[in-house]
């Protein structure tokens, strides 16, 4: 039913576009249109009784929706944006077109006026002869055409019938400063409130100001002159409503004696005056057309002849039926192809799905079988050798969440290593980081109090990342943790640790760090550093702002003939003197090397820069400020190596100057 009434509705909507309906045909279209609101109603309640039984769990189903929607859906859309379009574009130039010829008419009357007041100026004692002339001239082409001469003394002289409106007796007050006038001049219809009948009427004064008199032309619209604006447009005027009136119109029978079809209505909009007041409005014009009749005067200037005696415009009309005709077959064509794709398909997804369950069930043995020789053949051979090895893969996700859980407690084992919870030191404002790149990492800090006003301060950086480097994290802290309470001197104690631990790492490994005594007795701090970045230190007040600390010292741990004697030689130890307010800061290489998308690199002298600028923080609020302007800095980009960073800020000091030159 939906594609027979789709059917009978398109042809219809061709038939009414080449020619007018017979009334037979309009009731078949009636019945086709109620029949495709029934079919479409139908096919809604199926679906929605179909979906409740799990219509759309099978893949075949789907598919052939999906080309439904795909294929059949968008090709009624552009169907109807076609219809909806031309429609649109016939009414504006059917509007046009009628306001075209009825501009003429307002021409015509105008010239009509001139042409009697100019031969008046000229004759003025033949007056009545020039007044029947003009109208027997003009009576040709419009029958019920009334013209009038207003004399200066009051007197007259009419020719024409006068049946719209009454003789005019005078010039109204509103034209007194205008020599002409043209337009419409609305007629209210007595039986039909609303409703008014247009009269076209033009004024020309004679002589200088209307000294000698005034001629007036009145042409109705009425059947005669609108069946002549017909054939000259191929637009009718049915009704006209004053825009102003807000009564009810009953609504008279269309003038040109027959209701027009879907499609082929139209509304225009004139301007029509108030004789007497010279007030102005809008009265709204119901238009209709045949859209044969309007495409043949649109197509007439298109008078070539092509092969055969056929007009251009017509062969292109037959041309793009054809084309339509063609574009039918072609959607059904395609959708046969689809349908017929999709069984295919989905007859090989079953297949798939059945060796699915049953693997899903532990048949691993399970096999499937499909012949065709294309992309589901081989994801069917695919998926047989994947239940062959599935069971190894099930062991290797077991060990690799053996593995993942392993590491998690290895990284739970590593941070509990680190010192937890803020230090309180008196005298000293300390804060702290370490951001692993892996689940566990290479870098290390530390404190070791020292005493009531002495503290241990150590970090570290294991090279490499993973789970060997935290190894020797943890053998690192044990290792300086004993020694810390032996070894006064930062230096004395990387050395000990350089010998150490030397003999325990493996030819590919070391490490550097940085190993600080912080006395506020003495107001100093006392530090060494083996191969580690430099130490920020910003002295409160300092103009020159915060500087970057680099004593001599290779890296911990390398395994060459000599290495230790070379690291005891060139390690140095550096002792500065220490005041409120001022900032020291501690860092692994992951914080100056955290580069962003562009492979650029954060650098020491950016950190020294916010280290200076925001060094009147407290060390919370600083770290806080540096984790931003990292994040911000790095954006989207991967977190390469381990971040850990130690800041401190001398809140009280005593004996030493607080303002002593490093």
Request: aromatic letters at 8%; hydrophobic letters at 45%.
């Amino acid at each position: 039913m939906f594609l027979g009434a789709a059917a009978l509705k398109f042809v219809f909507a061709i038939w009414r576009a080449a020619a007018e309906l017979p009334s037979a045909a309009r009731v078949v279209s009636g019945a086709a249109t109620i029949a495709l609101a029934i079919a479409l109603v139908f096919f809604f309640w199926r679906l929605f009784v179909q979906v409740k039984r799990r219509l759309l769990w099978r893949v075949r189903r789907r598919l052939i929706l999906s080309y439904i929607f795909i294929g059949v859906i968008p090709s009624l859309l552009i169907l109807i944006f076609f219809l909806f379009a031309g429609s649109l574009v016939f009414m504006n130039v059917s509007a046009y077109l009628f306001r075209d010829g009825y501009e003429k008419v307002i021409e015509d009357a105008r010239l009509s006026a001139q042409a009697a007041a100019t031969e008046i100026t000229r004759t003025p004692a033949r007056v009545g002869e020039t007044i029947e002339r003009v109208h027997r001239i003009r009576s040709g082409a419009y029958p019920d055409v009334s013209i009038a001469y207003l004399a200066p003394d009051g007197t007259a002289a009419l020719a024409g019938p006068w049946k719209a409106l009454p003789v005019p007796d005078s010039v109204p007050p509103w034209l007194a400063a205008r020599d002409a006038f043209q337009g419409a001049v609305g007629v209210p219809v007595k039986e039909s409130p609303g409703e008014e009948d247009l009269v076209v009427r033009s004024l020309v004064k004679v002589g200088p100001g209307g000294s000698a008199g005034a001629v007036i032309v009145d042409i109705p619209l009425d059947g005669q002159v609108l069946h002549q604006v017909y054939l000259n447009t191929g637009v009718r005027l049915d009704n006209v409503f004053d825009s102003t009136d807000k009564s009810a119109a009953t609504g008279r029978p269309a003038q040109g004696g027959r209701s027009a079809a879907f499609f082929e209505n139209s509304l225009a909009q004139v301007d029509v005056v108030d004789w007497k007041t010279g007030a102005e409005h809008q009265d709204t014009l119901v238009l209709s057309y045949r859209l044969r009749d309007l495409y043949n005067h649109l197509s007439s200037a298109q008078a070539i002849v092509v092969r055969g005696g056929m007009r251009l415009s017509d062969a292109l009309m037959t041309f793009l039926i054809v084309v339509g005709v063609l574009f039918l077959i072609i959607e059904a064509a395609a959708l046969t192809m689809g349908l017929a794709l999709a069984r295919s398909i989905t007859s090989s997804v079953h297949e798939l799905f059945m060796g699915t369950e049953r693997v899903r069930q532990g048949d691993f043995t399970h096999r499937i079988n499909i012949a065709s020789k294309d992309q589901l053949g081989d994801l069917a051979d695919s998926f047989n050798q994947m239940t062959g090895s599935i069971e190894n893969l099930l062991q290797t996700a077991a060990e690799k969440k053996r593995l993942e859980e392993e590491l998690r407690i290895a990284r739970q084992i590593q941070m509990s290593l680190l010192p937890r919870g803020p230090l309180d030191f008196p005298g000293l404002s300390i804060t702290a980081l370490c951001v692993p790149a892996r689940e566990v990492g290479g870098d290390y800090y530390d404190f070791f109090p020292l005493g009531p006003r002495r503290l241990g301060v150590l970090i570290a950086d294991v090279s490499g990342k993973g789970t060997s480097a935290a190894l020797y994290m943890a053998e690192l802290k044990g290792l300086v943790l004993s020694l810390s309470q032996i070894y006064q001197s930062p230096r004395q104690l990387l050395i000990e640790v350089n010998r150490i631990i030397s003999d325990n790492l493996d030819t590919r490994s070391f490490i550097t760090m940085t190993y600080a005594v912080i006395d506020l007795d003495a107001c100093t701090m006392t530090f060494a550093r083996a191969g580690h970045t430099p130490v920020v230190f910003l002295k409160d007040g300092d103009a020159r702002g915060a500087q970057s600390l680099i004593p001599n010292g290779i890296v911990v741990g390398l395994r060459i003939p000599g290495a230790h004697e070379k690291f005891v030689e060139l390690l140095e130890e550096q002792r500065i003197d220490l005041g409120r307010g001022d900032v020291i800061a501690l860092y692994t290489d992951g914080i100056t090397e955290a580069m962003d998308v562009r492979s650029d690199l954060f650098g020491d002298a950016r950190l020294s820069r916010l280290v200076a600028e925001h060094g009147h923080l407290d060390a919370a609020d600083l770290r806080e400020r540096i984790l931003r302007e990292i994040e911000a800095f790095v954006g989207n980009a991967d977190q390469h190596d381990d971040m850990t960073m130690i800041l401190m800020k001398v809140e009280t000091a005593a004996a030493v100057p607080e303002r002593v030159a490093v």
